[in-house]
């Protein structure tokens, strides 16, 4: 009970703090200029001649992924700034002291601010990604193969940055938590695009290190798992999997890898509850 208590508190707490005005206006902007955007494929002037409603679908469907990656950016940084404030800024603040002098386990507040805040990440990113969707739907009329596993997808991202993030909060400042965990998150997707290339040129090495950031920080990987479920199929067969790269993906994850990712979060709340437990207040 204490833990859902908590969680609703987490979750009042972040709507309060202006990063959601930041998101909210930052996603009604991004929803705007992509909507004009699509718009004005249907008709387009190219250097191969006028692009068709079916070309415009194609076309679409490797641009959602971009987008897309702009609603994960915009989540990822909305997150880990507000993941920092909610741990280590009530330590600093004393605020938490009020709380954990009461028979409350610190690993039920833990919790409950992880619950909280994962509500806030996955709630934003599912219905942000489902309002792109319906605007390409009614502007080109795409849509997706499999857009459900594709929101799991990028709310399954949140969450491993969101937990990334707690921990750095729990022994680092709030700020510098924040910005270590968006750094990471750049990190390793430049990682991930440098080991594609890699894989492109048959550079086993190059290609490793996208392997070995995948599965450091699972970001990357379940990313790429859901530009693969956004993208139309017959796009890797027409444009080659190199044609869209780094915007196309041509593979699911595999069962074993969403275990892995399911693996790291346990072991960084793990890792955090002990740091947290440590932690003066």
Do not use: H
Not at 105 to 115: A, I, N, P, T
Not at 157 to 172: D, H, N, P, W, Y
């Amino acid at each position: 009970m204490i833990v859902l208590t908590i969680a609703g508190l987490t979750l009042r707490e972040a709507f309060r703090r202006k990063v959601v005005w930041a998101l909210l206006i930052l996603t009604v902007v991004l929803l705007a200029l992509s909507g004009w955007g699509f718009s004005r494929l249907i008709g387009l002037d190219t250097e191969l001649g006028t692009l068709t409603s079916g070309e415009a679908r194609l076309v679409a469907s490797m641009l959602i992924n971009l987008i897309m990656f702009g609603f994960s950016l915009i989540a990822a940084i909305g997150t880990a700034f507000l993941a920092g404030p909610t741990l280590a800024g009530e330590v600093e603040s004393g605020q938490a002291l009020a709380l954990l002098a009461r028979p409350v386990r610190r690993s039920s507040v833990l919790l409950g601010k992880w619950l909280g805040l994962l509500t806030f990440g996955c709630g934003y990113v599912v219905l942000a990604g489902l309002a792109q969707l319906l605007v390409v739907r009614g502007v080109v009329g795409y849509w997706p193969p499999s857009p459900a596993g594709g929101l799991a997808l990028l709310a399954a991202e949140t969450i491993v940055l969101l937990s990334l993030a707690l921990l750095l909060s729990s022994v680092i400042s709030p700020m510098a938590s924040g910005i270590v965990a968006v750094g990471l998150f750049g990190a390793t997707w430049v990682a991930g695009v440098v080991g594609g290339i890699g894989g492109a040129l048959g550079n086993e090495g190059v290609e490793r290190v996208g392997s070995v950031s995948r599965m450091l920080l699972p970001t990357d990987g379940l990313w790429r798992g859901a530009m693969n479920a956004f993208q139309d199929p017959s796009a890797l067969i027409q444009m080659g999997p190199e044609g869209g790269f780094p915007f196309l993906s041509d593979a699911a994850p595999t069962p074993a890898y969403l275990a892995w990712a399911a693996v790291w979060v346990a072991v960084v709340l793990g890792l955090t509850a002990l740091s947290f437990q440590r932690r003066d207040v």
